[in-house]
T-cell receptor, first 112, second 116 residues
Framework: GQQLNQSPQSMFIQEGEDVSMNCTSSSIFNTWLWYKQDPGEGPVLLIALYKAGELTSNGRLTAQFGITRKDSFLNISASIPSDVGIYFCAGLSGDSNYQLIWGAGTKLIIKP | DGGITQSPKYLFRKEGQNVTLSCEQNLNHDAMYWYRQDPGQGLRLIYYSQIVNDFQKGDIAEGYSVSREKKESFPLTVTSAQKNPTAFYLC???????????????FGPGTRLTVT
């Protein structure tokens, strides 16, 4: 089936640093969603993207729908301890039968 | 308060027993989903339903069953045929194809099932 490649798999960051992560697909997507999951909880929707080139912010988070429609990026500015968690991308293509295709997640860890 | 509830948060069962996980939503969403998450892994789709009285198998449906008799409810039964049932189970809902932003999925808090 279709797969999303999400990278990096994990990141160690200092508080205050900016963070970037991305998802790529071998096929064209028409929707990209970014979620955050805290330990033992369900994922929470952060940002939804519906148009190629679209750039959308939610506080310190900014996500972009790639021009090629095969990738998406999430940036977090000035990270704080509560940013720790797992970030998932999910996408929808025309032939995915309304099922989201999920990335494997990027785990954000704060350096002590 | 609109949302998705899953109960219980933690569930323990003996091997060989069927167990049913509850999922209820009051968001008036048409579509509902069940995912399984193993430690350190992503989400894998078990079953989904786009409308009442209809549901489809996802990628890992073997050993699971569902029903969708009411719009608000989508219970998942983990049967004794499921070889490795211990996992974190997540339920989600979405407006569905007839609504605005139809595929944005909203998740419940999850149920952690341990089978020994």
């Amino acid at each position: 089936g279709q797969q999303l490649n999400q990278s990096p798999q994990s990141m160690f960051i200092q508080e205050g640093e900016d963070v970037s992560m991305n998802c790529t697909s071998s096929s064209i997507f028409n929707t990209w969603l970014w979620y955050k999951q805290d330990p033992g909880e369900g994922p929470v929707l952060l940002i939804a993207l519906y148009k190629a080139g679209e750039l959308t912010s939610n506080g310190r988070l900014t996500a972009q729908f790639g021009i090629t429609r095969k990738d998406s990026f999430l940036n977090i500015s000035a990270s704080i301890p509560s940013d720790v968690g797992i970030y998932f991308c999910a996408g929808l293509s025309g032939d995915s039968n309304y099922q989201l295709i999920w990335g494997a997640g990027t785990k954000l860890i704060i350096k002590p | 308060d609109g949302g998705i509830t899953q109960s219980p948060k933690y569930l323990f069962r003996k091997e060989g027993q069927n167990v049913t996980l509850s999922c209820e939503q009051n968001l008036n969403h048409d579509a509902m989903y069940w995912y399984r998450q193993d430690p350190g892994q992503g989400l894998r789709l078990i079953y989904y339903s786009q409308i009442v009285n209809d549901f489809q198998k996802g990628d890992i449906a073997e050993g699971y069953s569902v029903s969708r008799e009411k719009k608000e409810s989508f219970p998942l039964t983990v049967t004794s045929a499921q070889k490795n049932p211990t996992a974190f189970y997540l339920c989600a809902s979405a407006r569905g194809s007839g609504g605005v932003r139809p595929y944005e999925q909203y998740f419940g808090p999850g149920t952690r099932l341990t089978v020994t």
